[in-house]
């Protein structure tokens, strides 16, 4: 009676009762039976393993309270200048673990010269890969001489040197088709968007196509998206290809560059040149309004000026964010 009482174990009471009769069957209903006994036992466990046994929990790659260290295992030259890093995950099934908009921050110790103590330095840095990438993530960083943590992680060796890293940091996050949580001074507010334009500069496009990437990898996300992306000489454009790519096949997400000089060697240039100015804003971008924010992410001085120049077009402060 109490096998009754379960809906579950009930089915499995009915299977057994059945087994019990099989004694007085042929062995051509044996057989017969056995075949059925097996499909339902199969059917059972099928429902139990798709509807009724609790969902794994995914395996994160980072933590948010703790530094952990993940080994260099690729590094590409991209330009003079610009370096691809890959670090390996704790398995080659673990996900990042990075909501879409957050950044990591990266972490190494240098000893003071004056002082003779080992200095803490921190960096924030988004990868160029997703959550949808197992097993690693990639990073595309811009070494500049006298960046401690750039020329730090130039002279790691793949296969031998770890950074340490935590995450996911930031204030900005994309949670779903067209809305975003953004951490403004003390509070959280909710943003729900039909347009978001961004401007980035040099290796400020690396959170632009975190976004852009998501946008584009859901086909429910109709989210129209304008990119200005400014670098000093068409040499210096990083992922000019999968930009141009992701342009060419999505509709809603519209890309312009903009050099500060045209080439001179002969190379076809059909992009925007010169500065990112009130006009060439006005042209790129969507007009200010309640469905609109604007994404900023480059130099400090570019975003300064480009945050001056978009609240003078009449873009409401809260909407111009900065990574």
């Not at 036992?41 to 139990?48: D, N, P, Q, R, T």
């Not at 006009?279 to 924010?293: C, E, H, S, V």
Request: charged fraction near 30%.
């Amino acid at each position: 009676k109490n096998l009754q009482n379960n809906s579950f174990d009930h089915r499995c009471f009915k299977l057994i009762k059945i087994i019990i009769l099989m004694d007085k069957l042929t062995t051509k209903d044996i057989i017969g039976t056995s075949i059925i006994v097996t499909v339902c036992v199969l059917g059972v466990y099928a429902i139990y393993a798709n509807y009724l046994k609790p969902a794994e929990n995914k395996k994160k790659g980072l933590a948010e309270r703790k530094y952990q260290k993940y080994k260099l295992i690729k590094k590409i030259n991209v330009s003079h200048n610009t370096r691809k890093f890959r670090f390996a995950l704790q398995t080659p099934s673990t996900e990042l673990g990075l909501p879409c908009g957050k950044n990591i921050s990266f972490r190494m110790f240098e000893k003071n010269s004056e002082t003779q103590e080992m200095d803490e330095i921190r960096r924030p840095y988004t990868p160029i890969t997703s959550n949808r990438e197992k097993g690693y993530f990639d990073m595309m960083i811009k070494i500049y001489s006298d960046g401690k943590m750039t020329s730090y992680l130039d002279k790691l060796i793949p296969n031998k040197d770890c950074i340490e890293a935590r995450g996911p940091m930031g204030n900005i996050h994309y949670k779903r088709p067209g809305v975003f949580s953004i951490k403004q001074k003390k509070e959280v507010n909710q943003y729900k968007v039909k347009n978001i334009g961004m401007i980035c500069g040099g290796t400020g496009i690396t959170p632009m196509l975190q976004i852009i990437q998501e946008v584009a990898f859901n086909s429910k996300d109709h989210t129209q998206v304008s990119m200005i992306f400014g670098n000093v000489s068409i040499d210096d454009i990083l992922l000019k290809p999968e930009l141009e790519e992701v342009r060419k096949k999505h509709d809603n997400i519209h890309i312009r560059f903009i050099i500060d000089k045209a080439p001179t060697d002969g190379r076809e240039w059909n992009e925007d040149v010169g500065y990112v100015t009130p006009d060439i804003i006005k042209q790129r971008l969507f007009p200010a309004g309640d469905d609109t924010i604007v994404l900023l992410c480059g130099p400090p001085i570019m975003v300064k000026i480009c945050k001056s120049n978009l609240l003078k077009l009449g873009h409401d402060e809260k909407r111009v964010v900065a990574f």
